[in-house]
């Protein structure tokens, strides 16, 4: 999933959530990894951030739906690209060991 965001006035932002579905048991997994990247002038080139990794679950669980969280120090953005790149191999334990997994996500948000 990749995400680029243009502000019209540039914003200090130094969180961004993804509220993301995990439910092992159909292959929705969270994410490997979420890249915040970003343009601090119009004019500029994007650079990176952050970059969060995200643990593999090691088991099966209920499936839910929750927020994570990608904390940075404060930063003004003109523009903002968020990369939340799926798992690439669903683990061992899964049924459906070594395929890439899903990602869902249904909102982010800007702090």
Do not use: C
Request: hydrophobic share 40%; proline share 7%.
């Amino acid at each position: 999933m990749e995400l680029n965001l243009k502000f019209k006035t540039p914003k200090t932002i130094s969180i961004v959530s993804l509220r993301i579905m995990e439910e092992l048991t159909t292959g929705i997994f969270p994410p490997q990894s979420i890249e915040i990247w970003g343009k601090t002038s119009v004019n500029g080139t994007f650079k990176r951030i952050h970059v969060l990794k995200v643990p593999v679950p090691k088991e099966t669980r209920f499936h839910e739906l929750y927020a994570i969280d990608v904390k940075f120090k404060p930063t003004i953005f003109s523009e903002l690209k968020i990369i939340a790149k799926p798992l690439e191999k669903i683990p061992q334990w899964h049924g459906a060991k070594d395929k890439r997994a899903l990602l869902l996500v249904d909102e982010i948000f800007l702090n």
